[in-house]
């Protein structure tokens, strides 16, 4: 799921590149072109796609990529590649133009943030209902390496098809809406400042890439280290030293037994120091009562059987198993009620839904569309010849469509008609998750996933096998649909605001979903090669907590009757429910504008409970407290760096995370310097 950090984006960047600027008097011509950003202010661009910032995009958007499987697989939460793509495209396009001496302006600049964001954006099925699959012992015997064709079959259609249907959907939200979009919108206004001749903001610009490009190679090179020298530079077992000098065990046990131990994951001091206070300390609740309270005292009376897992009968549960359904309770219902508290909105948006297909039938038709009523109209300025004719994205879902349903028919046995259904599905909850993207920048692909899982929990005359298979990728469908719509049409909304091409947008989210297929398979086979446990749903001491594939596991597992939930922790999934809703009600309705960012977050305190790493919210904490001490002393420098400095530290872990895996199948081994690794005769194994 995307993160809630992005709600926040807010990025002014400039540069001042005045050699460059031309003056175009009485150009018709220039009038025209640049129908949605000043013309004496840019430079005239003849040619918006090139394949340099396409290219250069689809390579930063690979490095997202990496990053986004590594978190992904790690918690759950991914990261968008817009600002990095801009920001770090506009640095290498830059230097490029004035080696060759060819103009660069801001909607060459787009192209290349829209093909970061295609390439970067794909890695939902792979941190969700690919390795539950295989958790299941639904992909047979097979392993990833057995399955690459079927699997990148899979990822085609979801780019493609995903890719296609976003196309339909920019006249209503983008023109007839013209909602908010605010991390698309800050995108655009982060490429314009860049391209902004004369700009104050040019210091701005370089000390921007230089803090990312510093933040980036940082993280790159502690990670890496921590491969060699885990007792220093990977994880810091504080808790165990004080306890082991003190005598106290339950100390010790903390950190050895619990996880609570300071880990230097620069992934996550940068999701903490652009992460809103509510979000890190609502997580931190909820590791916190599962792992640092309620876990341990329910373990020591011998009700539970440790941390993590999912142990099979007599045994009762684990902390991880037991507390996952209040979590995704409370994660569900929250999200639920966000999108209920949203009513007109939302009968809005699917009320939209409808009348868009009728229109598509109408003008196959050549009839007359059907219009709105509902006050959300805009006019559309973009020249006839910059936009994407219906024949090439109508083709496109066609082709698509068909391709879809045969990748799940021989691929996956799923039924033809059950993938036909999450076709129509996607199109419906695609309304529902672009309004809320929209107007909140959330993207609630947790909750269009839950609601296809349940719609597909059975099906007549089949065995269990292919029921599970069909809820989970059927799921998979409709969630990585929402989330390439969600992804196309913000950078559709960002090519609106400079003014650029949405058919030169579209030949960059086409270069980027290319390189997104080429790169979403290598990464996957190389993390569970070099993690077998990501797979491996009886391991217990494993580097990624997978929370997100434990989510859709267990989910599928109950809903099709497969799965056993304690009595005790069903009790307190329906409690939090009530508790989620009453919460959502009670902030919407009754809580003060200025008190709303402070306010509890549910959402986040049900992923707390259900990752069992609770090493990730400290680090998370750390980056968060960083920021605000920065934040304090120095303003201006945190609002004009921290972002640019969080996108670094984050990808830069996604490539050491790379790297580290290499080394781990190429069969390097870890150094042999550490520190504070217990005593394994005692049970304490910490490195």
């Known amino acids: 799921m995307a993160h809630p950090a992005e709600e926040k984006a807010r990025f002014i960047i400039g540069d001042e590149y005045s050699d460059e600027k031309i003056i175009w008097e009485d150009s018709i011509e220039v009038e025209e072109c640049m129908h949605d950003i000043d013309d004496d202010e840019f430079v005239y661009e003849s040619e918006q796609f090139t394949w340099r910032a396409a290219i250069v995009g689809s390579l930063l958007g690979c490095v997202v990529a990496a990053s986004n499987l590594y978190l992904g697989l790690k918690i759950g939460w991914t990261f968008g590649a817009a600002l990095w ?74 780019a493609f098809f995903g890719m296609f249907f976003a196309v339909p959907l920019r006249s209503y939200f983008v023109i007839h809406q013209d909602l908010a979009f605010p991390t ?33 190679f940082t993280a790159v090179v502690w990670s890496v280290l921590g491969f060699f020298i885990p007792g220093i530079f990977g994880t810091v077992h504080i808790l165990y030293s004080i306890g082991k000098a003190v005598g106290f065990t339950n100390m010790m046990d903390a ?89 007109p909105a939302l009968y809005h948006g699917v009320v939209g839904g409808f009348r868009e297909g009728r229109n598509l039938i109408r003008k196959l038709r050549n009839k007359e569309p059907l219009t709105s009523n509902s006050g959300y ?75 296809t899982q349940l719609v597909f929990s059975h099906i007549p005359g089949a065995d269990l096998q292919t029921i599970q298979k069909t809820n989970l990728m059927c799921a998979n469908i409709a969630a990585s649909v929402c989330s390439q719509a969600v992804d196309m049409v913000g950078d559709l909304k960002t090519a609106h605001l400079i003014g650029a091409s949405p058919r ?33 749903p009886t391991a217990t ?81 750390i980056g968060w407290s960083a920021g605000q ?12 760096l921290m972002y640019s400095i969080s996108a ?11 790297l580290n895996a290499a080394l781990t199948i190429g069969g390097v081994k870890e150094g042999p310097i550490k520190t504070g690794c217990g005593h394994p005769e005692l049970g304490y194994v910490l490195c």
């Open 504 to 536: 030169a947008m579209l030949g960059a989210q086409l270069t980027g979903s290319v390189f997104a297929i080429g790169i979403a398979i290598p990464l996957f086979i190389v993390y569970t090669k070099a993690y077998p446990c990501v797979l491996d």
């Open 85 to 158: 793509g801009s920001i770090f495209g506009f640095l290498i396009l830059k230097s490029i133009s004035r080696v060759t001496g060819t103009i660069f302006g801001p909607k060459e600049n787009t192209i290349c943030q829209a093909a970061a964001t295609s390439a970067g954006g794909l890695s939902n099925g792979f941190v969700t209902a690919i390795p539950a699959m295989y958790r299941m012992g639904l992909m047979g015997d097979s392993t990833p390496q057995d399955d690459v064709v079927a699997l990148l079959l899979w990822t085609a259609s979801a």
């Open 541 to 621: 001491n494993c580097q990624f907590g997978v929370p997100a594939v434990v989510a859709w596991e267990s989910v599928c597992k109950i809903l099709t009757g497969d799965g056993r939930v304690p009595q005790a922790s069903m009790i307190t999934a329906i409690v939090s429910s009530l508790l989620a809703i009453a919460n959502v009600i009670v902030r919407v309705k009754f809580v003060p504008e200025a008190w709303k960012p402070y306010w509890i977050n549910l959402n986040a305190v049900g992923l707390g409970l259900i990752n069992p790493s609770p090493a990730i919210p400290v680090a998370m904490l």
């Open 255 to 343: 950190d050895a037994k619990w996880g609570w131990a300071l880990s230097w994951d620069f992934a996550f001091f940068g999701a903490g120091l652009m992460t809103p206070a509510s979000t890190v300390f609502s997580f931190m609740l909820g590791d916190l009562i599962a792992y640092g309270i309620a876990g341990p005292i329910m373990t020591s009376t011998g009700y539970l059987t440790g941390r993590s897992g999912f142990p099979a009968p007599p045994a009762v549960a684990s902390a991880q198993s037991w507390f996952l359904w209040p979590g995704v309770a409370l994660m569900v219902f929250t999200a639920f009620s966000e999108l209920g508290t949203r009513g």
């Open 377 to 451: 109209a805009s006019m559309d300025n973009t020249p006839e010849n910059e936009m994407i004719p219906m024949s090439w994205w109508m083709g496109g879902l066609v082709v698509f469509g068909i391709f879809t349903v045969l990748v799940m028919l021989f691929g996956f046995n799923v039924p033809v008609y059950a993938t036909i259904g999450a076709i129509f599905m996607s199109f419906l909850l695609a309304f529902v998750a672009l309004q809320a993207s929209g107007e909140t920048d959330i993207n609630p692909t947790g909750t269009v996933a839950k609601t």
């Open 184 to 216: 698309p919108r800050a995108a655009a206004e982060t490429i314009k400042n860049l391209h902004r001749a004369g700009s104050a903001a040019a210091k701005d610009a370089r000390d921007s890439g230089l803090a990312m490009a510093a933040s980036f």
């Open 648 to 658: 670094g530290l984050i990808a830069g872990v996604g490539i050491s995370g790379l």
């Open 629 to 640: 001490i920065w934040k304090r002393t120095s303003s201006a420098t945190h609002e004009r």
